[in-house]
T-cell receptor, first 112, second 113 residues
Framework: GQQVMQIPQYQHVQEGEDFTTYCNSS?????IQWYKQRPGGHPVFLIQ?????EVKKQKRLTFQFGEAKKNSSLHITATQTTDVGTYFC????????????FGRGTSLIVHP | DAGVIQSPRHEVTEMGQEVTLRCKPI?????LFWYRQTMMRGLELLIY????????DSGMPEDRFSAKMPNASFSTLKIQPSEPRDSAVYFC???????????FGSGTRLTVV
């Protein structure tokens, strides 16, 4: 089945610095989703990307889907302490499946 | 909308005991997922139901685990007998097929001693 790999596993930043997490797949993805999980919380859906080369923005968050639809990134500009948490990407388990398979996540630690 | 509701929030049980986790999906959602989260293995899919029918249970660890969805508004995940290695946070998530995003419940933190 489909597997998505995420890097880095952890990222420490000073408040105000930028942050990027990357998601890679060995096969083409029909779509990719991003979730955020606060410490002690549950994953919360952020966005889904479907089109090759797609870029979407949510305030300070920018999501990109690669041209080959095998990779994606999440970039946060000027991090804040409220950005702390683990960011997961999820791709379909296989082909046109509706079952999301999650990457291991990138834990963001923001130092004030 | 109350979201996906899971109970209990925390469960501590002794090895060998039966554990039942419960989930109420969002009304109108036709897909339900059970995930397990641990530091070692991350978020693992256990089972996926569509319209109350189990579609993919390839992630269910072994026969000690069973899941049911008797109707559109309720699902259970049962572990019998429980073992310490089952300690994890178990999440239920629901969605409407074809609509973006999956909504997770708050999870059940299971500790087996």
């Amino acid at each position: 089945g489909q597997q998505v790999m995420q890097i880095p596993q952890y990222q420490h930043v000073q408040e105000g610095e930028d942050f990027t997490t990357y998601c890679n797949s060995s096969t083409t993805l029909s779509n990719i989703q991003w979730y955020k999980q606060r410490p002690g919380g549950h994953p919360v859906f952020l966005i889904q990307l479907v089109k090759s080369g797609e870029v979407k923005k949510q305030k300070r968050l920018t999501f990109q889907f690669g041209e080959a639809k095998k990779n994606s990134s999440l970039h946060i500009t000027a991090t804040q302490t409220t950005d702390v948490g683990t960011y997961f990407c999820a791709g379909p388990k296989s082909g046109g499946s509706y079952i999301p398979t999650f990457g291991r996540g990138t834990s963001l630690i923001v130092h004030p | 909308d109350a979201g996906v509701i899971q109970s209990p929030r925390h469960e501590v049980t002794e090895m060998g005991q039966e554990v039942t986790l419960r989930c109420k999906p969002i009304s109108g959602h036709n897909s339900l997922f059970w995930y397990r989260q641990t530091m070692m293995r991350g978020l693992e899919l256990l089972i996926y139901f569509n319209n109350n029918v189990p579609i993919d249970d390839s992630g269910m660890p072994e026969d000690r685990f069973s899941a049911k969805m008797p109707n559109a508004s309720f699902s259970t995940l049962k572990i019998q007998p429980s073992e310490p290695r089952d300690s994890a946070v178990y999440f239920c998530a629901s969605s409407l097929v074809g609509v973006y995003g999956y909504t997770f419940g708050s999870g059940t933190r299971l500790t087996v001693v």
